[in-house]
C-alpha cells in the first residue's frame, strides 16, 4: 500500500484515512470492530474521529465514536498500529464548545479517556472560534504537545484568510502550527475548497485530507433521486445535490466507471486522490462491498481524458 506523509509531519498515511463517524452510529461495537480489523487488514492504518460524534442522531450526547475506539483498542491491544485523529470544538450541549484554552485542555482528557490511550497523533480544531484569540487556542495546543498527549495540530472548517492568520501567529510567536487541513472537498463540492484554502495549503505545505469525499454517499450513485434517499441515515445530507448539476456527475461517474470497470464510488475518490493538494481523502465503509470500493480506489489511476470529463461535468456554470 502506498503511503502518504501528512505535510510537514512524521505521520504518514495509505491514501485514505476510515472516518470514524460511523463507529456508534450505523456501526455497532461488533460491526465496528470488524470493520476495523479489515481496513487494517487490506493495508490502511489512518482512522479520524471527533468528540462530537454521534451527537446528531436520536439519543446520542457525542463521544460515541470515540468511546467505540476506545473499547476496540482496549480488546485489540493495537492502538500503536494506527495513526488516530480527533476534534475539538464543536458544540457538545451545556456551553461546551470553541476553542478556548479551558475547552481543549478539559475535551482533550475526555476525548483520551473515552478513546482510552494517552496520547493523539493529530488533534484538530473542528471548526473556527471567532470568539478566542487563535494565540490563545495554539498556546492550548502547546501544553498539550509539551505534555505528549498531542503529536500535531490542524485545523477544518476554517476559511483561508483565518488559516493563513493562524499559521503566521504560529511562526512570529513560536507556536504549534496548523499543519493539517480537514476540508469539505469532494467531486461536487469543489469551489470553496480550490478558490479559497487550496491557494494556501499549496505555500504552507500542509496536509490536506478532505471530509464528505462521496458527498455523503451521493458520488456512490446509490441515491439517484430523492426517493431513493428517503428513510435513509443521510437523507438530509443528500438532499442538496439532487439538481441538473448532480445528475450531470453521475453520468460523467457512470461513463468512467464503465471504462475502467470500476464503481462510480471509486472513481469519484480516484478523482480526489489525484488532486494536487490532497493528501489523503476520508471515507467511511459500512460492508465489505463497500470496502473493496475504497481499495479499488487507490489502485486506480484515472487518464487526462478520464480526469477532463469530470473536470467538466463538475464544473460549474
Known amino acids: 500500500m502506498e503511503q502518504r506523509t501528512l505535510g510537514n509531519t512524521e505521520l504518514v498515511t ?25 481496513w487494517l487488514d487490506a493495508g490502511y492504518n489512518a482512522i ?49 464548545k470553541g476553542l478556548g484554552k479551558e475547552r481543549i485542555m478539559h475535551a482533550i482528557e475526555q476525548s483520551l479517556q473515552r478513546l482510552q490511550t494517552d496520547y493523539l497523533d493529530l488533534y484538530l480544531s473542528h471548526q473556527d472560534d471567532p470568539d478566542t484569540p487563535l494565540e490563545e487556542t495554539l498556546d492550548a495546543y502547546m501544553r498539550l504537545i509539551e505534555q505528549g498527549k498531542v503529536r500535531y495540530v490542524g485545523a477544518s472548517n ?18 504549534p502550527r496548523y499543519e493539517v487541513l480537514q476540508p469539505f472537498y469532494n467531486l461536487y463540492d469543489r469551489a470553496d475548497y480550490e478558490r479559497d484554502l487550496a491557494p494556501v495549503a499549496r505555500e504552507h505545505g500542509l496536509g490536506v485530507t478532505p471530509y464528505f469525499s462521496l458527498a455523503s454517499g ?33 453520468e460523467a ?8 470497470d470500476a464503481s462510480p464510488a471509486s472513481v469519484a475518490l480516484a478523482w480526489l486522490i489525484a ?43
Not at 493563513?164 to 511562526?171: M, P, Q, V
Not at 475504497?294 to 473536470?311: F, S
Open 14 to 38: 495509505a491514501p485514505l484515512i476510515f472516518g470514524g463517524n460511523v463507529f456508534g452510529w450505523t456501526l455497532n461495537d461488533r460491526e465496528s470492530f470488524d470493520m476495523i480489523d479489515a
Open 48 to 96: 479520524d474521529t471527533a468528540d462530537v460524534y454521534s451527537r446528531w442522531a436520536e439519543g446520542h450526547s457525542g463521544g460515541e465514536s470515540e468511546a467505540v475506539l476506545g473499547r476496540y483498542f482496549r480488546q485489540r491491544g493495537n492502538r500503536d498500529r494506527i495513526m488516530l485523529t480527533s476534534k475539538v470544538g464543536m458544540d457538545m450541549g451545556d456551553g461546551k
Open 158 to 175: 476554517h476559511t483561508g484568510a483565518r488559516l493563513e492568520e493562524a499559521l503566521d501567529i504560529s511562526s512570529r510567536q513560536v507556536l
Open 218 to 250: 451521493f458520488l456512490t450513485g446509490k441515491y439517484r433521486s430523492r426517493e431513493d434517499a428517503r428513510g435513509k441515515s443521510r437523507e438530509q445530507f443528500v438532499d442538496k445535490y439532487f439538481n441538473e448539476r448532480g445528475m450531470r456527475i453521475l
Open 253 to 260: 461517474l457512470d461513463s468512467v466507471a464503465e471504462r475502467t
Open 275 to 317: 488532486q494536487p493538494t490532497v493528501t489523503a481523502p476520508i471515507v467511511s465503509a459500512t460492508s465489505a462491498n463497500q470496502l473493496a470500493q475504497l481499495r479499488k480506489a487507490t489502485e486506480l489511476t484515472l487518464d487526462d481524458e478520464a480526469l477532463e470529463q469530470l473536470n467538466r461535468a463538475s464544473a460549474e456554470r
